[in-house]
């Protein structure tokens, strides 16, 4: 089974500062993909990056970079120069590769993310 | 490329009632996911078609079912409609399955049971 776990149910921030969102997994799959998405008010769901399991380097993607440690079973993200545009809530989430019911994306409960002027 | 796109966006239906909701995924996508997101549960597995083929179901009732046609549309059609099917509902195609491969997600549709 996966499992996700979002410690953080809200964060605030000023604009133009970092924040740091923590995820925590558990999976007994060798092989897997971690994937935050972010879900402002009108509810879609926007994908912001992807970690493979066994990528070296910890994945970036403009703001987005993502602070993978696999010993520890961490995939926190990092928003740097934060925007009131960012203000949203904020998913992690896992999808395993052995098949079955691994296949499925498996979500955290999210963080609700709040930028101030 | 056109992004998801989930038909309608918002409905309302009574108890007992039926309803079926329509995803199109982005263009050469096979694989469709279906999600439900209440306050109280946050997002749920429902299910994922890949080819036309079930290959995974979550813990829902029967009333929960679903399908995919040759071009890797999906419906999902919920029976019997109960207060506590109230939710957003998130359809997501992915290009093939498994942890390598990023889902993509619709805006949505939002059914109220009453």
């Known amino acids: 089974a996966q499992k996700i776990t979002q410690t953080q149910p809200g964060m605030f921030v000023q604009e133009k500062e970092a924040v740091t969102l923590d995820c925590t997994y558990d999976?007994?799959?060798?092989?897997?993909?971690l994937f935050w998405y972010k879900q402002p008010s009108s509810g879609e769901m926007i994908f912001l990056i992807y970690?493979?399991?066994?990528?070296?380097q910890n994945a970036t993607e403009g703001r987005y970079s993502l602070n993978f440690q696999k010993a520890r079973k961490s995939a926190n993200l990092v928003i740097s120069a934060s925007q009131l545009g960012d203000s949203a809530m904020y998913f992690c989430?896992?999808?395993?590769?052995?098949?079955?019911?691994?296949?499925?994306?498996?979500f955290g409960k999210g963080t609700l993310l709040t930028v101030n002027p | 490329k056109a992004g998801v796109t989930q038909t309608p966006r918002y409905l309302i239906k009574t108890r007992g009632q039926q309803v079926t909701l329509s995803c199109s995924p982005i263009?050469?996508?096979?694989?469709v996911s279906w999600y439900q997101q209440t306050p109280g549960q946050g997002l749920q597995f429902l299910f994922e078609y890949f080819s036309e083929t079930q290959r995974n179901k979550g813990n829902f009732p029967g009333r929960f079912s679903g399908r995919q046609f040759s071009n890797s549309r999906s419906e999902m059609n919920v029976s019997t409609l109960e207060l506590g099917d109230s939710a957003l509902y998130l359809c997501?195609?992915?290009?093939?399955?498994?942890?390598?491969?990023?889902?993509?997600f619709g805006p949505g549709t939002r059914l109220l049971v009453l």
């Open positions: 997501a195609s992915s290009q093939l399955t498994g942890g390598g491969e990023t889902q993509y």
């Open positions: 970690q493979g399991s066994y990528d070296q």
């Open positions: 999976t007994s799959d060798p092989s897997y993909g």
């Open positions: 989430a896992m999808r395993g590769d052995s098949g079955g019911s691994n296949y499925k994306l498996t």
């Open positions: 263009s050469g996508h096979r694989s």
